[in-house]
């Protein structure tokens, strides 16, 4: 199966901003209830993403308050500050039932609301907890490199992850995955190499039919995935 990375838009003439990063902002001071500001940070903190759990804690609360940019569009998949660890988007309805037809890990919607010009529209918070770290790499195939294109790469392998740990060399030329990756998934992260999102090509031809907006589809470079 071929997979395909995907990266937020950051061409202005798509998604109406120039920043390059996001397109609206979590208002706090607009919640009902202030304390929920808290219960969200915390329940989306660094130090909780960094446990790698593959299940989907209680929660109790919607991100009530997104106020888009003034110049901004609102595009099927929308970035946002500040960062809430293992969201990487708001969707609309159309990506919910789009990606409820294809094989995703452990996943929930939080409802969303994002304001514009005083009008309201009803997004969802795409939340995956989990992502393929070390243990999912399989050392022995994966080419690592030092240097650059315009220096000239060196490249090396490393027979496990003790080998890698004492070079600690991040450059990833192509990364190889081990039996620990689901193989049925559609849509998947790797946190390792810079590799970010993937998706399967059935739900790249799946999202370019419904002409999806405010994504990028790329062929995986540096690194390029491969899955034994």
């Known amino acids: 199966m071929r997979y395909f990375n995907l990266i937020s838009d950051s061409d202005p003439k798509t998604i109406g901003v120039r920043n390059g990063v996001h397109q609206g902002e979590i208002k706090w001071s607009k919640f009902l209830n202030d304390k929920v500001q808290m219960d969200i940070l915390e329940y989306f903190s660094l130090e909780k993403y960094r446990t790698n759990m593959n299940e989907v804690k209680p929660y109790d609360f919607e991100i009530e308050y997104v106020e888009a940019y003034k110049s901004a569009k609102l595009t099927d998949f929308f970035t946002f500050t500040p960062r809430l660890w293992g969201i990487e988007f708001l969707i609309t309805e159309n990506v919910k039932a789009l990606l409820d037809k294809f094989c995703l890990p452990v996943h929930t919607y939080i409802p969303a609301q994002i304001y514009k010009k005083g009008k309201s529209y009803q997004y969802w918070a795409l939340y995956i907890p989990y992502t393929y770290r070390l243990d999912s790499i399989d050392f022995k195939n994966t080419i690592f490199f030092k240097g650059s294109e315009l220096s000239g790469k ?12 004492k070079n600690k060399v991040f450059g990833v030329e192509k990364l190889c995955l081990n039996n620990n990756f689901k193989r049925t998934l559609n849509l998947f992260k790797i946190s390792f190499g810079g590799g970010g999102y993937y998706i399967s090509e059935s739900l790249k031809e799946a999202i370019g039919k419904a002409e999806l907006t405010g994504i990028v589809i790329k062929e995986p470079k540096e690194p390029e995935l491969i899955i034994e």
């Open 154 to 165: 060196e490249y090396l392998q490393f027979d496990n992850v003790e080998d890698w740990n």
